[in-house]
């Protein structure tokens, strides 16, 4: 039996927002644009953000 992954539930750059969605139980989705929106009207500032929880996160085979 084969468990595959919903493109939902997949990574889609690096990871990050399916991780802080796993992490405090929130939509993928819902985190996904909160990122696309944070990097829209600020400017690119939440990138930055981005890649520091990129560094900060465990590796991927510890949460998926």
């Given at each position: 039996?084969?468990?595959?992954?919903?493109?939902?539930?997949?990574?889609?750059?690096?990871g990050v927002c399916l991780w802080l969605a796993?992490?405090?139980?929130?939509?993928?989705?819902?985190?996904?644009?909160?990122?696309?929106?944070?990097?829209?009207?600020?400017?690119?500032?939440?990138?930055?953000?981005?890649?520091?929880?990129?560094?900060?996160?465990?590796?991927?085979?510890?949460?998926?």
């Amino acid at each position: 039996m084969s468990m595959e992954m919903s493109t939902k539930d997949s990574p889609k750059i690096l990871g990050v927002c399916l991780w802080l969605a796993k992490r405090f139980d929130l939509d993928v989705v819902g985190v996904r644009l909160a990122f696309l929106l944070g990097i829209i009207f600020t400017v690119g500032t939440a990138l930055p953000i981005y890649l520091i929880i990129y560094l900060i996160m465990p590796n991927k085979k510890h949460w998926l």
